[in-house]
């Protein structure tokens, strides 16, 4: 899952509309939430998301680092830091098995607090 997780941010970073369509699911309910944006719901609104963002002049550059993935069953979410333009986002991206391949269902991205205040204690850490 990791794998279609580098693919995901591949599709983005190339602004490859069928590998993004590529990597949603088909046959499960999908959902994405940009920065800024509000909840998407449905695969046919998500992917004209996806078109919208390739087909703008100004689309977004993206680097992603410091995955982390759970797998649960057929299901599985990873965790990582979205690195665009002058912005660094908090991202999870959800994926259940479809077919034999890993799919995105959920696609949720926000925008992470500056370095410093990121910084303060949290319950039950050492500082």
Known sequence: MLAA??????????RDAPAME???ALEHPVSCIHPGWGPLIGRQT????WRAIFGSSDAPRIE?????????????????????????????????????????????GGPMPPPRA??????????
């Open 64 to 108: 992603m680092t410091d995955p982390h993935a759970v797998v649960t069953g057929s299901a599985a979410f990873v965790t990582c830091v979205e690195h665009i333009t002058d912005a660094t986002i908090a991202a999870t991206n959800v994926f259940v098995q479809e077919r034999g391949e890993w799919r995105l269902v959920h696609h949720h």
């Open 46 to 49: 998500v992917m004209a998301s």
């Open 22 to 24: 590529h990597l949603w």
């Open 118 to 127: 990121s910084r303060r204690s949290v319950p039950g850490q050492m500082n």
């Open 5 to 14: 997780n580098r693919a995901f941010y591949a599709a983005f970073r190339e």
